[in-house]
């Protein structure tokens, strides 16, 4: 699951799981993989990778390679914790069949009979969006994803806010991968079963595939000693990161697990729901689920992952296409730092699981084939080098658009205002505020949520490029636009939103004292002659009321000799007099980006 980077997851008693010896992978058909991988591991500056396979109803190789963390020792085994991210999409959807299987909801149940609180921007999707929908990435809505990444907003208030996001294209008309519907499927489990998302994973599926040491959370991570660090590639070095923890939604992407316990996940699907003799799904809810349910368009950059492939489909939870003849079921994960797949071969009972501790890495993908090609025969690729290759070329396609941009660059331009006009807080019904602010040392600094907090510098004209401090996150270009009075109005940052400005407050308190003598000389009564208004100004116990027909009257309290600010008001409103031979020859009214109005006096 990644987003824009996006990003992941994932007693003893294995049941009947059954594991063999390390020393199988030299023996047919795996011999050689271990030289494979640990090549493959220096190609792709991979620092640790945890792979099982299954075959039939055993588990043919459970094994580490490499280390859990650059620079330390400790090695990568079968036990070793990754983050499986959105590989975890197909648990959630594993759960919502189960309750299928109980007759506690239909696949084509409406959301809303499930959560009346659910609402999206179309009020036809709203009405006729349903479970299946939810699952197989045809709601009509991009991703989205910055509303939680980062963020500390709950899964109740996500999905609330999901009704701002307008769709990008027509409901059920084409694939379009989305995180937030994968969060609405979780949040059915607790409206229908009585217990939270995580606690049904947990009940329902590791403790009777024996994944004790899997978890819903980064929270449970702290009471393992066996656990791999995420790790990503800055500035062309590959260096270890901070786990991130994804909590509010958890449902698309929050499981972490290692390739044993993942193992046991594996032989479920390709038992058809069976597991050491206990059906704990129905045949036919696992046939739904590896279903195609939606197509993908088989253009670049998918025909380029899967360059063997004639098709590729979207079932509930996981992606569908063809190797050798025969149907594949799979689905990968990224999320800070981890890459994840779990891959399926049903009718060979063949069943793959890569972890890795690198973000965005397709090394995954090459070892899937090069263990399929193990199991199915045939002619044996270099799949490593293959997609290596592949990667090599999408990176020099980001460096190609990084020089073009830096080409078009305006050079010797300047901002159009002082940089101190355009901190601020800048608001979007969605994902909330954007705050600008100026340092001490005169640099601007941007900041959203927990995850994004950028320092910007001059681009050209009102542009700016920030550097986030999150290294991971790299840099981009924010935008500030100015309304017709030379005023900021917003910020445009690319792939979220543009934020409008919020009024500024206004002081606390008065910013000076004036005399009833001073206050006397602005009384009098205004007007707007289109549309009319009309405004009177008294005074009255010593302070300057403002009686407008129909409005509460406002006091005005001085910040200046002839400016005002209106006390009490929600949003910063201002009252500026101008003064003409020591009478008043206008009064304006100033309320936040809004254009001003201009009274003058009565005759």
Known sequence: MKTYRVRPLFLALLLALSIAPCA?????????FDEYVNKALKDWEVP????AIVKGDKVVLAKGYGVRKLGHPALVNERTIFAIGSSSKAFTAAALAMLVDEGKIKWDDPVTKHLPGFELYDPYASKEMTVRDLLCHRSGLARGDLMWYGSSYSRDEILRRTRHLKPTWSFRSQFGYQNLMYLAAGQIVPAVAGKSWDDFIKDRFFKPLGMAASSTSTNDLKSSDNVASPHGKIDEKVVAIPWRNIDNIAPAGSINSNVAEMAAWAQLQLGDGNFAGRQLLSSGEVKEMHKSHTVISFDPPWNLLFPDAHFLNYGLGWFLSDYRGRKVVEHGGNIDGMSALVALIPEEKLGVVILTNLNGSELRTALKLRAFDAFLGGEAKDWSAIHL?????????????????????????KPSLALDKYAGTYQDEMYGDVKVAQEENGKL????????????EHWHYDTFQTAWRDRTLGKGLVTFTLNSQGKVEAIKIPNLADFKRAPDKAPAVAGVTLSEADLKKFTGRYELKAPPLEISVELVGGKLKAVIPGQPVATLAPVSTDRFTVEGAPVSVFVQFKLAGGKVSSLIVEQGSAPPLTFTPKQ
């Open 24 to 32: 199988f992978a030299q023996e047919a058909p795996l011999q050689g």
């Open 389 to 413: 290759k592949t990667m090599k070329g999408f990176e020099a396609q980001g460096k190609a658009a990084e020089k073009k941009q830096n080409d078009e660059r305006v050079k010797d331009t």
């Open 48 to 51: 640790g990778v945890g792979v």
């Open 445 to 456: 600094v941007v900041r959203y949520g927990a995850a994004f907090t950028g320092d910007l």
